[in-house]
């Protein structure tokens, strides 16, 4: 018996991180299936719709299937690389903290009101984000040329810098 404690010590000390390992993926692809994958599920499904409603119901029809099936895989294996990521960079407590937050009732409405399409947060964040984009397209195309590029549309186009007054003696 005394020979076989050291291997029965040496194995459980070897499973211990296993299964630490495994809770924490475990959790990690909770945290990441309930934010990331299902923000990006939501996002896809709005964007199929709108892609697809310009096709006949034929044409529709035929491309959806191929669609959700290219989606799914690509999604899995977001899934599965942030998962692997979260759960190297977390502990089990950490994660665990963070499956709370992210099962708060305050906090889901918070997401919620995020991810609608037709929430006044959405579009203001759309608007400031479209400013925003326009804003670096214009300094890298004054960086291409002369400096004299036409804004984007919906952007005014930068006043130049005023230039001080000569003092007067």
Do not use: C, H, W
């Amino acid at each position: 018996m005394r020979k076989f404690l050291p291997f029965l010590v040496l194995a459980l000390a070897l499973t211990s991180p296993a299964r630490a390992d495994d809770e924490r993926l475990a959790l990690a692809r909770d945290i990441v299936t309930k934010t990331v994958a299902r923000n990006l599920t939501q996002a896809f499904k709005q964007a199929e719709e709108k892609t697809l409603s310009g096709l006949s119901a034929e044409q529709s029809a035929k491309m959806r299937p191929e669609l959700e099936k290219t989606f799914a895989q690509e999604r899995d294996t977001l899934v599965d690389g942030l998962s692997k990521e979260y759960a190297q960079k977390f502990d089990a407590a950490e994660l665990k903290r963070l499956v709370g937050i992210y099962d708060d009732p305050v906090y889901q409405k918070f997401q919620a009101l995020n991810a609608d399409p037709t929430s006044m947060v959405t579009t203001i964040t759309k608007d400031a984000v479209t400013k925003m984009m326009n804003l670096l397209s214009l300094a890298a195309l004054s960086q291409q040329g002369n400096g004299q590029t036409p804004a984007p549309q919906g952007m005014p186009a930068p006043s130049p810098a005023p230039v001080p007054a000569p003092a007067k003696p």
